[in-house]
């Protein structure tokens, strides 16, 4: 079993801020991927499948961002996993828009979902890295609105593109291929 975390604020209005893309990963993975219905357990939606031969929960917090790692340690304790079956799809304001990397461990950059996560049950968790760009070089008063704003009209699409490779390509993920993975979403981007 595997535990794949979209961060995001749960709400109707949070909806489509690059905030949540997270969110919007694990549903597009459960969506393609044919997963159960969505049920609440652990503070969370959660709902499970199978991505290849491998058996996933797909968890959404609903503690809001700022209490993530509650809700990701109680579905891990339930399971008795160990972080190396964590993986947490987020937004990374450091990486350019539609881009996306993976990496195990690391900071939290400023992120209160990684922080939130990180102080329950330490950094050692695999990370997808879905970029959403930053505003700019001494732009740092935009950054907030930046992030808690929504994805702009000319930016629907090639999330949509994004998201459709994200969880076209997750096999790769939970095989553990994650050059692969990123390889494989980066093709895909590019020839869109």
């Given at each position: 079993?595997?535990?794949?975390?979209?961060?995001?604020?749960?709400?109707a209005?949070?909806?489509?801020?690059?905030?949540?893309?997270?969110?919007?990963?694990?549903?597009?993975?459960?969506?393609?991927?044919?997963?159960?219905?969505?049920?609440?357990?652990?503070?969370?939606?959660?709902?499970?499948?199978?991505v290849?031969?491998?058996?996933?929960?797909l968890?959404?917090?609903?503690?809001?961002?700022?209490?993530?790692?509650?809700?990701?340690?109680?579905?891990?304790?339930?399971?008795?996993?160990?972080l190396?079956?964590?993986?947490?799809?987020?937004?990374?304001?450091?990486?350019?828009?539609?881009?996306?990397?993976?990496?195990?461990?690391?900071?939290t950059?400023?992120?209160?979902?990684?922080?939130?996560?990180?102080?329950?049950?330490?950094?050692?968790?695999?990370?997808?890295?879905i970029?959403?760009?930053?505003?700019?070089?001494g732009?740092?008063?935009?950054?907030?609105?930046?992030?808690l704003?929504?994805?702009a009209?000319?930016?629907?699409?090639?999330?949509?593109?994004?998201?459709a490779?994200?969880?076209?390509?997750?096999?790769?993920?939970?095989?553990?291929?994650?050059v692969?993975f990123?390889?494989?979403?980066?093709?895909?981007?590019?020839?869109?």
């Open positions: 079993m595997q535990i794949w975390v979209g961060l995001g604020n749960p709400g209005k949070y909806a489509m801020h690059r905030h949540n893309v997270g969110f919007m990963a694990v549903d597009a993975i459960g969506e393609v991927h044919g997963f159960g219905p969505w049920s609440k357990k652990f503070r969370s939606l959660i709902s499970e499948g199978r290849g031969r491998h058996r996933v929960l968890v959404r917090p609903q503690t809001f961002m700022n209490d993530s790692g509650d809700a990701v340690q109680q579905a891990l304790n339930f399971y008795k996993l160990d190396d079956a964590l993986t947490v799809f987020h937004d990374e304001l450091d990486l350019g828009a539609m881009k996306v990397k993976v990496k195990q461990g690391g900071g950059a400023g992120h209160n979902g990684l922080r939130s996560i990180d102080k329950a049950l330490g950094p050692d968790f695999r990370r997808v890295r970029g959403i760009g930053h505003p700019g070089p732009l740092k008063h935009l950054v907030t609105p930046h992030v704003g929504n994805y009209k000319s930016e629907i699409e090639p999330l949509s593109d994004l998201l490779a994200v969880a076209d390509e997750a096999q790769w993920l939970a095989d553990g291929d994650d692969r990123m390889s494989e979403v980066a093709r895909r981007m590019h020839d869109e």
